[in-house]
């Protein structure tokens, strides 16, 4: 219903605010885009995504170390970075702050991250 849909709206927002939040504080370059409650992170990239061309022009290895420090938190991502991230109604405030606790970490691993030669 509208209430359901209402609070997956404010919960995607507030975890699209976190993410990019922690990423900026680590001195990652990233834009979010989203639709909807449903968003993705384009690492090292600094404005819209329009097309195809634009989403291969991302940092994408900045991505590998990121989703294993969430994982190793307990954080389970998309596994590619050219996947959406989807936020369900199991997204309650425990979920938030299991995330918002992994965040700083995974952040600093994806600014540490060096392309593969």
């Known amino acids: 219903d509208a209430d359901a849909y209402g609070r997956l709206d404010a919960a995607s ?17 990233h834009t979010m885009q989203n639709a909807g409650n449903m968003f993705s992170v384009f690492w090292g990239v600094d404005g819209p995504v329009t097309d195809f061309a ?4 991302q940092e ?19 596994p590619s970075a050219f996947e959406c991230w989807f936020v369900s109604a199991a997204h309650d405030d425990h979920a938030l ?9 995974a952040a600093r691993a994806a600014a540490q991250a060096v392309p593969a030669s």
């Open 97 to 105: 702050s299991t995330i918002a606790a992994a965040l700083p970490d």
């Open 54 to 57: 634009g989403a291969q022009s």
């Open 13 to 29: 927002q507030q975890l699209q605010s976190m993410v990019a939040e922690a990423l900026t504080e680590a001195g990652v370059t």
């Open 60 to 78: 994408a290895w900045r991505y590998k170390p990121f989703f294993h420090a969430m994982l190793d938190a307990g954080v389970y991502l998309p």
